[in-house]
């Protein structure tokens, strides 16, 4: 189940990532250093939260593996830390990431540079390994959530190419289609990176689920016809009170769903828990440039000067939320995470 890694980390410290803009087509691109691994989390080569947390922990180890001294090992872990926190704002796991990282630096500065270095390299491989055991537990907590075989909506990609394991809230329906309760997934595309349409159907194709795209906003009628179960969607951040901050359009489905009376899950490693936020009211929502919105692959679809506003994510306020699945177990409302 779910045997597609979105990368690999070679015993020779080759750092090769599929390259996302372009799936279904499989395209690799080969990451040498910081400023690759920055740029690939900054322009979505790799995208995903759990995922751009793990990539930055091995970009973090390129940055560092080579220094000669305590004073060039400190010099370079700051600028990982700097450089990678600058890509991407709302996604909690990967400051979670690069900070294992300064962390594990800092407590072990009594040892030699080779110590340490072997031990930033490890903890890359550790933080990958946790995600995808987190994933199957998060799949196990789940099923009692399933009283049926349930016509499932889900938006973004949570899957292998959004963490390196089973996936999150796609992990959960792959693990459950095993299972045989899932009747049919219902795919929203997720413009304007089509994340839905490009790498969730496509995952969904290779485990044999059956999946139908929908367009965005087809989500009202879906529902208002009866056609919806439940909606299982991942989270880039979650605050102590359970509001989830997750991909643009999120809102409006959690808002829909109580409307209609369709159970609304949020399923996330703890490790998107941010606990030193109460709540996400003023939360660093990331604006990604227009030209994503004004152009898909080169071709216009607006006529030029045409404006865009590219709210990247959005935040889901924890009333609107009927359960939160971690591999620790399933959190109900009222939060208290
Ligand atoms: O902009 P992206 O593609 O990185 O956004 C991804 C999402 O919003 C996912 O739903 C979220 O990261 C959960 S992934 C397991």
Redesign the pocket.
């Known amino acids: 189940m779910g045997g597609y890694s979105p990368f690999i980390f070679t015993d020779n410290d080759e750092f090769i990532v599929i390259d996302q803009r372009f799936l279904p087509q499989i395209k690799k691109v080969k990451l040498e250093n910081l400023n690759d691994t920055c740029m690939a989390i900054k322009d ?1 080569i790799v ?6 947390g793990i990539v930055a922990a091995f970009g973090y180890y390129l940055a560092i593996k080579n220094a000669k001294d305590l004073d060039e090992l400190n010099q370079a872990s700051l600028t990982a830390y700097t450089n990678l926190l600058a890509t ?1 704002p709302t ?1 909690v ?1 990967l400051k979670w990431a690069v900070e294992s990282q300064k962390k594990l630096i800092e407590q072990n500065a009594f040892l030699p540079v080779e110590k340490i270095i072997k031990k930033v390299r490890a903890n890359a491989f550790g933080i990958f390994e946790d995600q995808k055991k987190a994933d199957y537990e998060m799949a196990k907590n789940a099923l009692v959530l399933f009283d049926k075989k349930m016509r499932i909506l889900t ?5 292998s190419f ?2 390196g394991g089973i ?4 992990g959960i329906i792959k693990y459950a289609a095993q299972q045989n309760l899932v009747e049919e997934v219902y795919v929203d595309e ?1 413009r304007p ?1 089509f ?1 839905g349409s490009r790498i969730t159907a496509f995952e969904l194709s290779k485990e044999n689920i059956n999946y139908k795209i929908v367009t965005d906003s087809a989500c009202g009628i879906l529902m208002q016809k009866k056609l919806i179960d439940c909606i299982i ?4 951040r979650i605050a102590k009170n359970g509001d989830v901050a ?2 643009v359009g ?1 809102y409006c489905l959690a808002q829909l769903a109580k409307l209609h009376n369709v159970k609304f899950f949020v ?2 490693p703890e490790s ?1 828990i941010d606990r030193s936020l109460n709540n996400l009211s003023d939360l660093d929502i ?1 604006i990604r440039d227009s030209s994503e919105i004004l152009n898909f692959n080169g071709v216009n679809l607006a006529p030029d000067g045409a404006k865009a506003l590219y709210f ?2 959005d935040v889901t306020p924890n009333y609107l939320i009927d359960s939160i699945i971690t591999e620790k177990g399933i959190y109900r409302p009222d939060f208290e995470l």
Do not use: S, W
């Open positions: 979505m995208r995903g939260a759990p995922l751009i991407r996604a796991n938006h973004c990609n949570t899957g959004a963490t996936g999150t809230a796609l997720t990176y994340q969607v991942g989270a880039d997750n991909k999120t399923a996330a998107t990331e990247a994510f």
